[in-house]
């Protein structure tokens, strides 16, 4: 799968390729993505986020999934809402982790949140070795999402989430048109001032656009094999939470009981 083609808003023509771009070019702005997501977005990611953490709904004392993790807002949000579990963050861009941890992980988060550099299509996880899943803003750039949903599938326990936040597709006409024309035209020319980056917010931009909507996305996830599969509309469907359940399995059915043969009375005359 790897040397396969690919239709990549990076320019891409390989799976492998495309991850490389994409891990690069977050790599590029690792310093100043915390700030553009809070200023981008007004600050609603803070609230996204925390949805999302509030959906996993780890068992105590169970590993959480961050993927995609970047600088680690979520996971931080994991920390803070199970704090009897620990989380494993993943992310293919190394200066992302980095930036996170030399920010983030201080007054004992060190000791609960383990960042770690990793391929969202080939996870370093044993099977059925996590208690919940959760990936913000990252499925789009995981290519081709079927290895991915695969991989979650794998390393999942039975009965566990998945919660997915992102974008909703970028060709629905949202606000009047005016959401579209902040995600063609304003978007890319701030995300470019600012971090100095001509080619990462528009990369952004292209990918929200050519996003399926939340329909297709949840029957990717159907036919990935997740079920209990929905979706929570934010800002008028601007941001979507997707959660859904690796199947938990059959219960063995209860043995039959066997009737007792029934004796007949004798009636005393």
């Excluded at 999942?156 to 919660?163: H, S």
Aim: hydrophobic share 40%; proline share 6%.
């Amino acid at each position: 799968m790897a040397g396969s083609q690919c239709e990549s808003a990076t320019g891409a023509t390989t799976h492998a390729e495309h991850g490389e771009r994409v891990a690069a070019m977050f790599g590029r702005i690792a310093g100043w993505y915390d700030f553009l997501n809070h200023a981008l977005s007004g600050g609603q990611d803070i609230y996204w986020r925390y949805r999302l953490a509030k959906a996993a709904r780890p068992a105590p004392g169970e590993t959480v999934l961050d993927l995609a993790a970047g600088t680690m807002d979520v996971s931080v949000e994991l920390m803070r809402q199970y704090p009897d579990c620990r989380v494993a963050a993943l992310d293919f861009a190394l200066p992302m982790l980095e930036t996170g941890k030399a920010r983030k992980l201080k007054d004992g988060r060190e000791d609960v949140i383990f960042p770690v550099q990793a391929d969202g299509r080939n996870l370093p996880l044993p099977d059925r070795s996590v208690g919940a899943a959760t990936i913000a803003f990252g499925i789009r750039n995981i290519l081709p999402r079927e290895d991915a949903y695969r991989e979650f599938l794998r390393v999942l326990k039975p009965g566990a989430r998945l919660c997915i936040l992102e974008f909703g597709t970028g060709s629905k006409r949202v606000w009047k048109g005016l959401y579209n024309f902040y995600l063609e035209k304003l978007l890319p020319f701030i995300g470019d001032r600012i971090s100095g980056d001509p080619g990462a917010y528009r990369y952004l931009a292209e990918t929200i656009k050519n996003f399926p909507n939340e329909r297709a996305l949840a029957r990717e996830l159907v036919d990935a094999g997740f079920e209990r599969v929905y979706c929570v509309p934010m800002m008028s469907g601007i941001v979507y939470l997707h959660v859904c359940e690796k199947p938990a399995g059959k219960k063995k059915a209860a043995p039959k009981k066997t009737a007792k043969p029934r004796t007949k009375k004798t009636v005393k005359r």
